[in-house]
């Protein structure tokens, strides 16, 4: 059982993010759309028999081909943070919020966010009716499969070398063949069996205990560039970030709703890539603090509590009137509210999840005063060993 093979996804990483869906918990993509009646789907089982098939060495070649790619992706992404029409909006939403932050309980407006959205489908539309956003959209849940499939990648590779090495007793202590073969005086071609065990046994152990860094890495390669003073037009995308949220849902409802009509082009139920996405720009950014100063999902959870609870009040008013078109309409209002609230719900987890990936909890301050005591503490461990070595003789 290979499915879609590790070396094919890799060659064209660029059809594969727009042409599957990621699943953040099961961790499997789906395709978005084919021709057949069946869609084909990837999980974790298929990349460990691709692993198995071409060598753990793929997996370093595929995060290479993955930071190609993100490179290519985020100068389209700069390009339009960039954009002077983007760029005013931005500006003018971060010196509204800090107007209005202290009358309005330091929480990012809904309205704000709808009109935002409204604004920019002014800007002009596609043939097939997708705005900017829409596209920007788009452009952040590629970026979210490309990090969700190089944590498949890690897990796939997991996977494969716990599978091989399940035999070894011990990966802590693992005896040297070659050594024990040469002290009993076997045949040459003995040895090089020997040595040849010894460089398998130490690369799957090797594979099974590193490989976790693959997402540190990714950060640490984009992250000095995004945070460059240069670079000041991203330092806005915190603020675009609910228009951005409030544009996926309703991409998200609209999705799902189509999953039970006859013709289902464009439904899918489920696109992580942007929670993803959204949480590895911010980690880029070191933004995690700006975009919470938001309380956005908070605003939002607000928002519908408080329009279900009006409607659901209105319906106790109006169900003693016989008014049955009203109730019906009240009824699939309430029905819409209860459905947006449970989507943003949903984009709120993932994108908690997502974060865990990134070490949320660290800002890059933080993170850099951690290597400077983990490098102190090495460098003054090693002092000590070189004084207690050069005191050594003295003390014979």
């Known amino acids: 059982e290979q499915g879609l093979d590790v070396l094919e996804i890799m060659r064209n990483i660029h059809v594969f993010v727009s042409r599957y869906l990621y699943n953040l918990n099961n961790q499997i993509f789906i395709e978005r759309i084919s021709n057949n009646k069946h869609l084909n789907t990837i999980n974790i089982r298929h990349i460990a028999n691709s692993i198995r098939t071409h060598g753990t060495g793929i997996m370093n070649t595929t995060v290479n081909f993955t930071y190609q790619f993100l490179r290519k992706k985020f100068y389209i992404f700069s390009q339009f943070m960039y954009d002077e029409h983007i760029k005013s909006r931005l500006i003018k939403d971060i010196r509204f919020f800090r107007e209005i932050k202290d009358q309005n309980d330091h929480k990012y407006p809904f309205e704000r966010a709808e009109k935002f ?58 005896v040297n063949f070659e050594e024990l073969v040469k002290e009993e005086g076997l045949s040459e071609e003995t040895q090089q069996a020997a040595r040849q065990l010894d460089s398998v046994l130490s690369d799957l152990t090797c594979s099974s205990a590193e490989g976790t860094e693959y997402f540190k890495m990714l950060v640490d390669v984009f992250a000095p560039e995004f945070r460059s003073p240069k670079n000041m037009h991203l330092r806005n995308f915190y603020i675009i970030v609910p228009p951005l949220a409030l544009n996926f849902i309703e991409h998200s409802i609209s999705c799902k709703e189509k999953l039970n009509k006859k013709n289902k082009i464009g439904a899918a139920f489920t696109d992580d890539g942007f929670a993803m996405g959204v949480a590895y720009i911010l980690k880029l950014l070191d933004q995690y603090q700006e975009f919470d100063s938001l309380h956005w999902f908070q605003s939002v959870r607000e928002k519908y509590v408080k329009e279900i609870r009006a409607l659901a009040k209105q319906q106790s008013v109006q169900s003693a009137s016989q008014d049955e078109k009203l109730l019906q309409t009240m009824n699939l209002t ?25 070490r949320a909890d660290k800002t890059a301050a933080e993170e850099n005063q951690d290597k400077k005591d983990s490098e102190e503490e090495s460098t003054k461990t090693s002092n000590d060993l070189s004084n207690s070595s050069s005191a050594d003789p003295l003390v014979k």
């Not at 209860?338 to 990936?357: D, K, T």
Request: include cysteine; charged fraction near 20%.
């Open 334 to 358: 309430h029905k819409r509210l209860e459905v947006c609230l449970q989507e943003f719900e949903l984009l709120y987890f993932s994108l908690s999840s997502a974060r865990i990936f990134f």
């Open 117 to 174: 959205n409204r604004g920019i489908r002014k800007l002009g539309i596609t043939p097939d009716g997708q705005s900017y956003l829409d596209q920007f959209r788009q452009l952040i849940s590629q970026i979210g499969n490309a990090m969700g499939y190089v944590r498949m990648i890690r897990s796939g590779g997991l996977h494969c070398c716990s599978s091989a090495i399940r035999f070894v007793p011990d990966l802590e202590d693992i």
